[in-house]
């Protein structure tokens, strides 16, 4: 590791990445204005294939769930380390929402421009770096482009490839998030859908009779005083509700979605136990019907900071200037931190405003983020392997 960062390709990469600083952006931006809400990333999928082609990445297919993926080979064939590289396709907004991306100065404003069409464009340039140093590489490099990552969509693109490649790979590293940030600690979520059913009624002739809406009140405010640790960090969310037909009727149905969180399994596992019996305890006492639904799980997961992963990323930080900020979050990384696979979550530029429609990112940060990948890249081929362990799988 420390014989890469002392070469003289850390200056290879990082002048590359500044001279095509304008192209990086503009990738950025094309990418931004292609519509990937949850389920429906195809045409973005589409864009990003074909990129791979034009940067000569081999091999490049999309896989059944709807994935893009890529490859480095290196020169001598098949070897370690084996290092997947991702960045997740799908954005928060819907299909119709107004894609206007513009250039503000060193600004680029737009919705999606920073989670996550700037680690998609990493991605994308890495890879077209990463062919051009590929006779540095002992093992492949897979480049991925995700499906499924935010909001219900379950990681479902992730859980795909570590299916496909989970006993396999050495390293993940995810695209996504701040530069200078490293999660290497996954938070565990739950999300569950409350739905409570009553026969309901006129709100004047049938008053007294149980109500859907009521009830459900009941329950999302014993929700709302369950009391959670802080250490472990555990939460809780009704992020949506919805029920009734009209003013004067008495709701039949109404429902909420939950989103449950925790750093420890076992407290996640606590908290829903307390939810789905303080929920089942008010439908009892009320008089309805209440279905709890499972819309989605992930599950927590860590890398120690001792790790070679951790340490190789923090030294890339320190050979650019960059300053490393570790913090826990919900990343594509769930789920091979879940299995016991080495993984990190890293991002390739500054901004704000994160899941709204006026986000925005720093530009000029975008040439030391991609070169913070690839150097990682290239470290991660200096270390050695340790013996690795038996592999978990994960559900889902």
């Given at each position: ?138 093992g492949e490099v897979i480049l991925a482009a995700t499906v499924g990552e935010e909001g219900l969509g379950n990681l479902r693109g992730m859980r795909a490839l570590m299916e496909r490649y989970g006993d396999t790979v050495d390293y993940v590293l995810a695209l996504d998030g701040t530069l200078g940030g490293m999660v290497r600690q996954a938070v565990g979520s739950r999300r569950l859908r409350l739905r409570v059913l009553a026969e309901g009624g006129h709100s004047w002739g049938a008053f007294g009779a149980p109500s859907a809406v009521h009830s459900l009140c009941r ?178």
């Amino acid at each position: 590791m420390e014989a890469v960062l002392a070469s003289p390709v850390v200056d290879q990469v990082l002048g590359w990445c500044l001279r095509h600083l304008d192209e990086l952006v503009d990738e950025v931006a094309r990418i931004a204005g292609i519509p990937a809400p949850t389920g429906a990333e195809g045409r973005r999928a589409a864009y990003v294939a074909e990129r791979m082609r034009q940067c000569g990445l081999a091999g490049v297919e999309t896989d059944p769930v709807g994935n893009v993926l890529g490859r480095v080979l290196p020169p001598a064939g098949a070897g370690q380390p084996r290092i997947l590289l991702a960045a997740h396709l799908d954005t928060v907004f819907p299909e119709e929402t107004p894609l206007e991306i513009r250039r503000d100065g060193h600004l680029l404003r737009g919705p999606g421009v920073g989670d996550n069409a700037a680690g998609l464009a990493g991605l994308i340039g890495a890879g077209r770096l990463l062919v051009e140093l590929a006779d540095r590489l002992r093992g492949e490099v897979i480049l991925a482009a995700t499906v499924g990552e935010e909001g219900l969509g379950n990681l479902r693109g992730m859980r795909a490839l570590m299916e496909r490649y989970g006993d396999t790979v050495d390293y993940v590293l995810a695209l996504d998030g701040t530069l200078g940030g490293m999660v290497r600690q996954a938070v565990g979520s739950r999300r569950l859908r409350l739905r409570v059913l009553a026969e309901g009624g006129h709100s004047w002739g049938a008053f007294g009779a149980p109500s859907a809406v009521h009830s459900l009140c009941r329950m999302v405010a014993a929700i709302a005083d369950l009391p959670v640790p802080s250490n472990p960090k555990t939460t809780y969310n009704v992020g949506l509700i919805r029920g009734g037909t009209s003013v004067n009727t008495i709701a039949a149905e109404a429902e909420a979605v939950l989103d449950l969180r925790s750093l420890d399994p076992r407290e996640l596992d606590r908290l829903e136990r307390r939810v789905r019996r303080s929920v089942a305890a008010i439908a009892a006492r009320d008089g309805v019907r209440v279905e709890v639904e499972l819309l989605g799980e992930r599950p927590a997961g860590e890398v120690p900071e001792s790790h070679p992963l951790c340490q190789v990323v923090r030294a890339v930080h320190r050979r650019l200037g960059i300053q490393t900020r570790v913090y826990p979050s919900s990343t594509d990384g769930n789920i091979p931190l879940a299995m016991g696979i080495p993984a990190v979550t890293i991002g390739v530029t500054v901004g704000a405003n994160g899941h709204r429609v006026d986000e925005y990112i720093e530009t000029r940060p975008l040439a030391r983020g991609v070169a913070q990948v690839v150097l990682a890249v290239l470290a991660l081929q200096e270390v050695p392997l340790p013996q690795p362990g038996r592999r978990r799988s994960v559900a889902g």
